[in-house]
Structure formats: structure tokens, C-alpha cells
């Protein structure tokens, strides 16, 4: 501090670091600094001290030790032969799945319920404010339950498939069972397949990069392609035809990769207790997914709605007065505006869909919390390094999406020039 | 030239065509205008089909009276029917938990109570003399709902009043600040030293109170109107150091307030539940040992506080930046500016925020379940352990679910006429 | 900010009220309650009843301690566990003794330090299984879909059992017994395990009980106990001799009806100990000499309580089976009261 332009000459007294405003919120953060510092070191105090009295240790090696459960969703390589960090990982995976399948159709959802909620249909508006109404304002937890429930109750079991005159039929060509243990639905297999690959931890299927790689390697030929039409386009005023073009783009490489790969669909059948092959969408995935679109699908509703009437019905006329169609109106002059004032609650309703995920253990869905923070802790008796480990990972999941909303928002916002 | 017809007088008014009044028109425009319209009218009304047809019938079926599911599924004898005798069973404990029976009348009063103390809260209207009721009413609560001396809320009390007559005592002597913390320190000294031994001694001496209750026995709605109302009561003085933190030039304030926030909104409640439950005894002194329903209540505390933090930061920033320059203007401190010119305003317009918190949180004191207290889910489960009710499941669940939706349904609907008479106010 | 510091002060005076030393004993005796943890519901074991007070073979066990320590089998803090929170309850010293339908193991008697007070019930984890599926034994079950209550055992028990086996299964995991229950019954899963105890109460309360069928396998030894913290020997011996004087009871004899009959003095002298009309039993384990008479009055001998809980003329109708008397060829066998 020896180079603050001091005027008064009558040198430091220490009352000044109390009362000098210069000083002043030095001393107050430093005081702030040794409190935090003591409670913290009186935190960690107690728990060695605790950990010393109950014989405990403080270390992860838990995490290499045999799981010994089964976990019946997963989507890498696990068994109860494996350690308990890929129980971990395959909760993790689990819950970042629930998580995005749910941000998006609870987009969906609510976007949908928020526009025809301020539809000129009577019917159609008060039902969706029932909807709206109902969701909002009944716990979670209860929702959760009773979707389950519903699902287990009106669907059919695998038994009522069997037989001579089943009860129940598949649907679409036999390719699709939906029963009270979850949807079975078709999957993708190669008769040709290139294997997997071994990343360490996990294994990714070369026929999905390829795939991926196929597809990317269209969408960008067709941009080239649409680029070059826009150019002829600028210089001549005349489009050049290009959709067989796209198409063709799109077709040839597909089918030339499902032949080369020798790609088709492998059907759910009936076989002993259950349906085998095909994809199995369990119920608690389902039910799980449900509830938060639900759920969360209201109170985005609820956002949307705010955000379109906080758009001034001079845009929309002024739309109108263009010639443009309602559904247009809505798409290309609402919304996009509306959607500045959207964003941000919508971060925060991501948020919650993530962090509500974490009541998958009530209908047996087996995210992060049922794996690591449930059957984990309750097998080694590691409550301590187990939540910690499951707060942190929250944490970051939770950080990761707010920096990536926040980023999707910083670039649609309205750039004030 | 042929006389052309010219109307002497006016024709009587005619009614307008049938299609253009009444029912008709309006359903014409309502809910016929467009091909699009009739279709969403179509799925509209199918969906309402679908849904009175399958609950319909089993709603009017209900059975109130009964003793048992199996007495339930005598009366019925195979037909489809809610048995909600389960709720006439069990109304009081989905509402009370285990709280004794006789004494519903605490409970009740302090709900009442509670009314009255946020209604100078929530209408302007009201004499602001009410407040000194409001700013009580925690210690009337906590006496009626655990019972107990009358001393302890009286020497909680008292602590108050020291700490006031100390910093008043102490003020003409030195300056505002010192007198402050010799208040603050005074009280706190009151209370971990002598207020238990003080209002001990005063019980022995003049014995004053009721029946005590421990928490055990709190339970149901009771417990999750607890939970919830301590929380976000607790949370407000909290929340407001926090956005004021945020909002401070101090990095490492700053810093420290937005780490905690963040951390507390980055992980979901069930985390923060089970580290009450499981973790908050490594945390604390070795032999140290205290209820779990005060366990939840700090972790809710702490957790509402993040949420609390960003409403009113949100009202901070939307105060006009006029009002902090005004309040400098006039040579305030930062103390007293915030008490006198910003909170008062940057807390009404946080009023609605505050609600929606609230209700977010009522909702969320069902994940108590997950750590075994008997919230109404918790006791939904226990009740149907019994022989008697073992495989009733809807009922209870629509029992609960009704209950949560009027409850939040009516804050919902006042935080909106705030909203609404928020807005007309700033225009 | 006033209602901050009333929460410092709300804990202050449970800080106050909360310190818990090492003898357990000196502890209830001061707080004139029992913490007794017990489940949040399971049928027959312990479930609050309409006027809220609790029931079940498990809470039977907490008051016939608290009869014994402090003289008033009501006077108990029945404290709600769920299967992940109850050793860190009983740990913490939230609780005094835990009767939670809990499994005795070795890593639980040693690694978790508790310390099992003995065994309330032999059970065994079973399958039961709908008969239409035509199923009789489990090693059937290739391929089947199980519902199982999760945070137990029986999801270790499960996966030996099935990879020892060779078979294949998709476990559904389930919270509560009722949930499971619900799912079982609408077919979600074929198989509903847990212990048999469970199974037979579960089954006992279907509207069509007699299609359901129990499998004859016992896939696990689940020996269910009290238990309480390990380091306090003299807490533990009380619990220990409190379930052994309920056993030691009906082999002698000595129900709640007969029991001031036998109070005056008998010919046996192991029942004039064990009621302490003979020696100073009470007195070694720091209790006075009618604790045993008085935990035994407070729901009847072990036999009595079963019978009156979970036995055969409840709804949940269990058979005695390896809970009977070891005179009667099962496995309850109280050490002599000497």
C-alpha cells in the first residue's frame, strides 16, 4: 500500500483501518477471510476427528473394489463383476440420457401447451391452463409416481401377447411391443460389422462413427451444393434445380453404406418371460421421461407464454399487414423475438430437469443417484467420499449447461449496435 | 316517369342472423373458426371423453366407509370404485403425522397465526403496526407447535432486547459500528451461555408452558408446512446477505457468496437431504448429536437462501439506478441506504419471486421421504404397511396430490395478482 | 435477520439436549425415552396404526427394551429409517438400537461397528412367483424379470444367485415394498424376491392370494436382529438379554398372562432368575431385578408376539418353521439365564 497517493502526511493510526474507506474493505474481507478459513478448518476438524472415531479412512479406493449388483439399463459393457466406478459411469451416462431426452421433448411440450394456451379455441385454452395449473402446482415426486403407476396399470404384460388369441398385438408390422416392462422397439444391426472401438474405458461402435461420418459428409456436400445454387443464383437470377440433387446426395452414400455394412433391423420377439432382441425402453426410463416433460414441459409453458405476449401486438400486425398467415406469424415474427426473453428461465428450467433426475430412485430408474449415491454408499457404508463424489458431479453437469446456454444466449441475444 | 319507390319510414331492427349471436356464434368463433380449430376442438374434446370415461365411473363408485380394503372390495363386490375410506381412516395423520390428537388445536393455532403474521406482509393495506406481531410470531409458533417452557422463547427473546439496549447504551460512547457488533456480541453470549440455564431456572422457579412435543411426532402436511415455511422464513435475512454479497465490491466477498450460490443451485436437494441425514454428524463435533428434522431445516435453509439470493438480486437490479444515486446523494451509508431506500423497494418487487420460491419449495419437502421422515408420501407408505391397507395406491396419491394443488394453487394465483398490481403500479 | 438467530438458538437447545456420552444407558435413563429405529413401514413388522401408534414384530422388540430399561413399554421415540439411512442413524447416535428387519453380516458386525443384539427372525430370501406361469422352481427363471426392493441385501444375493446359476435376468429395482408389490401384480415383473417373511406378508394381503405361489428355494440365510453401536458393551448386553429373556420365556413357559402368577416364585429356578425372584441378574447388566418380567409383560414372550404380529392367525398367517423352539426343531435358543 506504499504507493496509495496519501494527502494527509499525519501518518497510519489503526483506527483507520476501520474507519478509512480506503482501508475499510481491506480489513473487512480479511476478517471475512480468517472466519471462512476457521469455519472451514473447524469442518474439516470435526470430520477427521469423526472419521478417526468411527475407525474410517478418507479414500476412493472403494470405487476398484467388485459392485456385486446388477444394473439392468446400460449403456456401456457392465456386470456385477465390475468395480463400482462403472457402476458410477453407467449411472452417469443413464442420467445424462434422462436429462437430454428430457430437455428436449419438455421443449417440445411446452412450447407447444405455451402457444396454444393463448389460442383463440376456448376449449383448447382452458384445457392447456388445466394442464398448466395441474403440473405446476403438485409436486414432482407425486407426478413421478403416478405416471409409473398409470404405465404398470393400463399396459398390457408380455403375457397378454402369447398364445393363439393374444389379448394384445404388436404394432406396426409386428415391430414394436409396448408392454407394462417398457417399449421394445427395433433395433440397428450390421451383418457386416466393422466391431468397436476400444476407448479404455468404454467401447464405441465403428458403424455408428461411420454412420455419423457418412451423414456429416452429405449435410456438407449439400451445403456446397446449395452455396453453389446461391451463387448462379446472385449472377444469374435463375435457381438451378437442385432438389434431385440433394436427394441423391443424401440416398446413394445411405444405401451404399447399408449395403456395405450389411444393415437391418433386428425385431422384438416373444422368447421365455419377456420380448428378446430389439430395443428395450424400459418403463421407468419412460415414466421418468414423462414426468419431467411434463412437468417441466408447464412451466416452460408458462415462460413461453410470457415471453410471446411480452412481444408488442404492433409485430404481429405489422406481420399481418405483410399477408403473412398466422402459423407464419408465429413462427417467423413471435417466436424468434420471443425467444430473447425465453432463454434465460429456460437455462434455469434445464437446471431443474437435471438436477430432477435425481428422483429416478422412486420409480427404480438407475441414474447416479440409485447407483453410486444409493446402492454404492449402502454396500461399502462410504457415505462421505460417495456424496461428495455425486455433488461434484452434479455440479459440473449442472456448470457445463448453464456455460453452454449461456453461450447459446450471449449469441442470440439482440446485438445493440 | 315511373315514381320510384322511396321508404318513408325506417324498417324495424332486425335480429341479427342466428349465426351471429348467442351460443352459436360463439362457438362458431371460438371453436370452429378455422379447419385447424375444429380439429384441436375434436382432439380437445376426445381427451376430456377419454379422461371422464375412465376416472368417471370410479370416482362415483367410491366407498367412504369402510374399515378395511377388503371391507372396500365387499361393498364394491367386483366392481371398479375409489375406496377412499382409507382418507376417512387416515385424514388426521396424512395432516398431523403423529402429533396426539388432543392437542390439533396448536397446530391449528399456529396455522391461523401464521395468517395473520405474513397478512401485513402480503396487503399493504393493513396497519404497519402488525409487523411487530409478525416479527413474534417464530417464537409463538415454535412454542405452540413443540410445546415445552414458555421461558426458553421468552429468554430467545430477551437476547434482543439485550443486544438493543447495549448498542443503545453503547452508541452515544462510540460509533454506530462498534456499537452494533458490542450489541451482537451480547446477545449471542446471552444465548450460548445463559438463556437455557436463565429460562431453566425460571421454569423450576414459575412453572410456565405445555405439553412438549418432539419432532418426532410432526409428520404429514404439518411437517412439510414446517419445513417449508421455516425454510423460507429462515432463508430471507440469508438470501438477502447473500445477493447483497453478490452485489458487493469486495472480491472475496463477492467471490464466496457466488461460489455458495452456485454450488447450492448446482446440485440437486436430494444431495443436500442425504447430507443432512448421512454427512452433517462427520461434520460437526464428535458426540454432537440433534434432531433430523432440524438437520432438513438448515439444508432447506441453506438451499432456499441460494434461490432467495437470486430473486432479490434480481429486484436489487431491477431498481432504477436512480435510487441508489438518490440515496448517496443524501450522504446515507451503505447500511442505511440499503435499509431505508433499496430493500423496502427491491423486496416488493421480489414479493412474487419470493412466492414461486416458496411454492417450489413446499413441493420439494416431498423429497423428504427419500431419508425416511413421514411427510405425507413417507406416510402414504407406511399406512399402506399396514394389513388393513396393504395395496391401496390412488386414492392416497389423489388425496395428497388434491391437497398440494390447492395449496399451491392459491399462492400461485396470489403471487399473480401481485404480479399484476406489481406492474400497474410501475407504469 | 431476527429469525436467524432463532434458529441458532433451535439447535442451541438441541446441542444442548443432545450430547450423546458413551454409556447408552445413562443416556435413555436421562432422556426417559427410547430411539428405537424402525422401517418406514413393512407389513407385521413395524407400521403405525390409525391412531398412529406403532405395530409390528420389530417395534415389539423396542418396547421390550424400553419396558426393561425405563419401565414403560410406550415409552419409545420410534424413529423412521430407510434402508440407506439406518446405519448412519444408528451411528451417529440418532438412535439407541435399530430393529429394522436387518440382515447380520460380517462386514456389517465388524467394517460398520455395530454390534447384533442376536436374532429376532431366521428368514431367507425367496421368489414368488404368479402359478399361471407354470414355474416351480427357481432355477427356472432363465430370462425372467425380477422386481426387487433395493438398498438391501437382496440385490447382492440376487446377482450370486443368478450368475452362479448360469441364468440371465433383468432386475427391476423398486423403493418400497408396496411399490413393488403393485408392479408384481400388474405383471411388470415376473418374479418378486425379497425375504420370505415378506413374501408370505405381501401375498397374505393379495385379493387372489391363491394364485401366487412361494418357490421352495431359499437363496440366502438372512438372520434379521437388533442391533446397536459397537464400544458399548453394557448397552449391548441389555438389548442381547432383553430378546434372549422374550425367547427364554416361552421355552419356559412364562406368558404375559401367567407371569405375575410366576413373579411370586416357582420350582424352576432359571424362571425365578430370569424374573428375578432369585439372584441379582438385573443388577450385572445395570438394571434392576424386574427388567426381565417387565419386558416380557410388555407384548408377551417371543412366541406371544409372533403370534400376535405376524403369526398364523394374522392376516400375514407366517409359520413358525426355524423361529420355532429349539425344543420344537427350529433355531430359537436362548444361552441360560445363569
Not at chain 1, 409436486?139 to 413421478?144: A, D, R
Not at chain 1, 461399502?380 to 461428495?388: H, K, S
Request: charged content about 15%; glycine content about 8%; some cysteine.
Amino acid at each position: 500500500m506504499a504507493t496509495m497517493p496519501d494527502v494527509r502526511k499525519d501518518g497510519f493510526r489503526l483506527s483507520m483501518l476501520l474507519y478509512d474507506t480506503r482501508y475499510r474493505s481491506i480489513t473487512l474481507q480479511v476478517i471475512f477471510l480468517v472466519l471462512f478459513a476457521a469455519a472451514a478448518w473447524w469442518l474439516i476438524h470435526n470430520t477427521v476427528e469423526n472419521l478417526k472415531a468411527l475407525g474410517k479412512d478418507f479414500s476412493f479406493g472403494f470405487l476398484t473394489v467388485r459392485s456385486g449388483y446388477d444394473i439392468n439399463q446400460r449403456l456401456i459393457e457392465y456386470s456385477s463383476d465390475s468395480p463400482h466406478w462403472r457402476a458410477f459411469l453407467v449411472g452417469l451416462l443413464n442420467t445424462l440420457l434422462l436429462a437430454a431426452l428430457s430437455c428436449v421433448t419438455a421443449t417440445v411440450v411446452g412450447v407447444l401447451a405455451g402457444v396454444l394456451r393463448l389460442s383463440k379455441n376456448w376449449l383448447v385454452a382452458r384445457l392447456m391452463t388445466v394442464y398448466v395449473e395441474t403440473f405446476r402446482n403438485i409436486p414432482l415426486l407425486i407426478w413421478i409416481l403416478l405416471i409409473f403407476a398409470i404405465m404398470t396399470e393400463s399396459m398390457p404384460a408380455p403375457n397378454a401377447f402369447r398364445g393363439e388369441n393374444p389379448a394384445s398385438s404388436m404394432l406396426l408390422f409386428d415391430s414394436i411391443a409396448v408392454t407394462n416392462r417398457g417399449v421394445y422397439v427395433p433395433e440397428p444391426l450390421f451383418t457386416r460389422s466393422l466391431g468397436n472401438l476400444d476407448l479404455g474405458v468404454f467401447l464405441v461402435s465403428w458403424d455408428l462413427l461411420v454412420i455419423i461420418a457418412v451423414l456429416l459428409a452429405c449435410v456438407l456436400a449439400n451445403r456446397a451444393l446449395r452455396k453453389n445454387a446461391e451463387t448462379v443464383q446472385n449472377a444469374t437470377g435463375v435457381r438451378p434445380v437442385t432438389w434431385w440433387k440433394s436427394l441423391l446426395i443424401f440416398l446413394v452414400p445411405l444405401a451404399a453404406l447399408k449395403f456395405a455394412l450389411g444393415f437391418h433391423l433386428g425385431l422384438p420377439e416373444l422368447k421365455g418371460f419377456n420380448f428378446a432382441g430389439g430395443t428395450h425402453l424400459r418403463n421407468s426410463l419412460i415414466a421418468m421421461w414423462f414426468a419431467l416433460t411434463v412437468y417441466t414441459g408447464a412451466f416452460i409453458a408458462e415462460t413461453v407464454r410470457a415471453g410471446i405476449l411480452a412481444i408488442s401486438r404492433g409485430q404481429s400486425e405489422a406481420a399481418a399487414a405483410l399477408g403473412l398467415r398466422p402459423g407464419r406469424i408465429m413462427s417467423l415474427v413471435i417466436l424468434p423475438q420471443a425467444l430473447r426473453v425465453i432463454i434465460p428461465p429456460m437455462i434455469s428450467q434445464y437446471l431443474n430437469i437435471t438436477k430432477n433426475t435425481s428422483l429416478a430412485l422412486a420409480v427404480g430408474y438407475m441414474d447416479i443417484r440409485s447407483t453410486l449415491g444409493g446402492i454404492t454408499i449402502n454396500q461399502t457404508g462410504r457415505e462421505l467420499e460417495g456424496m461428495l463424489l455425486m455433488m461434484l458431479t452434479y455440479l459440473v453437469i449442472s456448470l457445463v449447461i448453464s456455460m453452454a446456454m449461456n453461450l447459446y444466449n450471449s449469441s442470440v441475444k439482440l446485438k445493440e449496435r | 316517369m315511373a315514381v320510384t319507390f322511396v321508404r318513408k319510414e325506417m324498417l324495424p331492427q332486425q335480429p341479427p342472423p342466428s349465426s351471429q349471436v348467442g351460443p352459436v356464434r360463439w362457438v362458431r368463433e371460438n371453436l370452429l373458426s378455422s379447419p385447424l380449430n375444429i380439429f384441436l376442438t375434436l382432439a380437445a374434446i376426445y381427451v376430456i371423453y377419454v379422461i371422464i370415461d375412465h376416472v368417471g365411473p370410479w370416482l362415483m363408485n367410491s366407498v367412504w366407509n369402510a374399515g378395511s380394503l377388503a371391507e372396500c372390495r365387499q361393498i364394491l363386490a367386483g366392481e371398479s370404485g375409489a375406496c377412499f375410506a382409507v382418507i376417512n381412516d387416515r385424514w388426521r395423520q396424512l395432516l398431523y403425522g403423529f402429533y396426539p390428537s388432543d392437542m390439533y388445536w396448536r397446530p391449528n393455532l399456529a396455522m391461523v397465526l401464521l395468517l395473520v403474521a405474513v397478512a401485513p406482509v402480503l396487503f399493504d393495506k393493513l396497519p404497519r403496526k402488525m409487523i411487530w406481531f409478525s416479527a413474534v410470531y417464530p417464537f409463538i409458533a415454535f412454542w405452540l407447535l413443540w410445546g415445552g417452557s414458555l421461558w426458553l422463547p421468552l429468554a430467545v427473546i430477551a437476547g434482543f432486547a439485550i443486544g438493543y439496549a447495549v448498542f443503545r447504551g453503547l452508541s452515544p460512547m462510540t460509533n454506530g459500528a462498534l456499537a452494533v457488533i458490542a450489541g451482537a456480541l451480547a446477545a449471542l453470549i446471552w444465548w450460548f451461555v445463559a438463556a437455557a440455564a436463565v429460562s431453566d431456572v425460571l421454569q423450576s422457579v414459575i412453572p410456565l408452558g405445555i405439553a412438549a412435543v418432539p419432532s418426532r411426532e410432526f409428520g404429514g402436511f404439518m411437517l412439510s408446512i414446517i419445513i417449508g415455511v421455516t425454510g423460507i422464513a429462515l432463508s430471507l435475512p440469508l438470501g438477502i446477505m447473500l445477493a447483497l454479497g453478490r452485489k458487493s465490491d469486495m472480491p472475496l466477498i463477492k467471490m464466496i457468496c457466488v461460489g455458495f450460490i452456485e454450488f447450492i443451485r448446482g446440485v440437486p436437494l436430494i444431495t443436500l437431504l442425504f447430507t443432512a441425514s448421512l454427512l452433517l454428524n462427520y461434520f460437526l463435533p464428535p458426540g454432537t448429536n440433534f434432531d433430523i428434522i432440524l438437520r432438513v431445516i438448515i439444508m432447506v435453509t441453506l438451499f432456499a437462501a441460494a434461490y432467495m439470493a437470486e430473486v432479490i438480486r434480481g429486484g436489487l437490479a431491477a431498481l432504477p439506478r436512480g435510487q441508489y444515486e438518490a440515496a448517496d446523494a443524501l450522504g446515507l451509508d451503505y447500511w442505511k441506504a440499503q435499509r431505508l431506500i433499496i430493500m423496502p423497494q427491491a423486496l416488493k418487487i421480489s414479493i412474487p419471486g419470493i412466492v414461486n420460491t416458496f411454492i417450489g419449495l413446499f413441493k420439494d419437502t416431498t423429497l423428504v421421504v427419500f431419508i425416511g421422515l413421514l411427510d405425507p408420501i413417507g406416510l402414504s407408505n407406511a399406512i399402506r404397511a399396514d394389513s388393513n391397507w396393504n395395496g391401496i395406491y390412488w386414492e392416497l396419491f389423489i388425496f395428497i396430490g388434491a391437497c398440494f394443488f390447492i395449496f399451491c394453487f392459491g399462492m400461485s394465483r396470489y403471487s399473480m395478482y401481485l404480479e399484476r398490481r406489481l406492474k400497474t403500479d410501475h407504469r | 435477520m431476527k429469525k436467524s438467530v432463532f434458529l441458532g438458538t433451535l439447535s442451541l437447545t438441541a446441542l444442548v439436549a443432545g450430547f450423546a456420552s458413551a454409556a447408552t444407558l445413562d443416556d435413555v435413563k436421562a432422556r426417559g425415552t427410547l430411539n428405537c429405529g424402525v422401517s418406514t413401514g413393512v407389513n407385521g413388522f413395524s407400521a403405525p396404526d390409525s391412531n398412529g401408534v406403532w405395530q409390528g414384530f420389530d417395534v415389539a422388540i423396542c418396547r421390550a427394551v424400553a419396558a426393561a430399561v425405563l419401565g414403560d413399554p410406550m415409552k419409545v421415540n420410534f424413529i423412521t429409517t430407510t434402508g440407506q439411512t439406518r446405519f448412519s442413524a444408528l451411528a451417529s447416535g440418532e438412535i439407541d438400537m435399530l430393529a429394522r428387519n436387518t440382515t447380520w453380516t460380517f462386514s456389517r458386525d465388524t467394517d460398520l461397528k455395530f454390534t447384533f443384539a442376536g436374532v429376532n427372525y431366521y428368514d431367507g430370501q425367496g421368489f414368488m412367483v404368479k402359478k399361471e406361469l407354470g414355474v416351480s422352481s427357481a432355477k427356472e427363471l432363465d430370462g425372467a424379470t425380477v422386481c426387487i426392493q433395493t438398498g438391501t441385501t437382496t440385490e447382492l444375493n440376487l446377482a450370486d444367485y443368478f450368475k452362479s446359476n448360469n441364468m440371465k435376468y433383468e432386475p427391476v429395482p423398486i423403493e418400497t415394498n408396496a411399490e413393488a408389490q403393485q408392479q408384481y401384480l400388474a405383471g411388470a415383473c415376473d418374479v418378486y424376491t425379497t425375504d420370505a417373511s415378506g413374501l408370505a406378508a405381501t401375498r397374505a394381503t393379495f385379493a387372489d392370494a391363491e394364485n401366487h405361489i412361494v418357490l421352495p428355494e431359499i437363496i440366502s440365510k438372512e438372520p434379521l436382529g437388533p442391533l446397536v453401536r459397537q464400544g458399548d458393551d453394557q448397552w449391548a448386553d441389555i438389548a442381547r438379554w432383553t430378546l434372549n429373556a422374550l425367547i427364554a420365556a416361552e421355552e419356559y413357559g412364562v406368558t404375559s398372562a401367567n407371569i405375575e402368577e410366576l413373579a411370586k416364585g416357582t420350582e424352576n429356578p432359571e424362571i425365578n432368575r430370569l424374573l428375578g425372584t432369585e439372584g441379582e441378574l438385573g443388577a450385572m447388566i445395570g438394571l434392576d431385578k424386574d427388567w426381565a418380567k417387565r419386558a416380557i409383560k410388555a407384548g408377551g414372550n417371543y412366541g406371544e408376539i409372533f403370534a400376535a404380529t405376524i403369526g398364523e392367525a394374522t392376516p400375514i398367517g407366517l409359520a413358525r418353521g426355524l423361529n420355532a423352539q429349539w425344543t420344537q426343531g427350529g433355531l430359537m435358543y436362548s444361552p441360560p439365564f445363569r
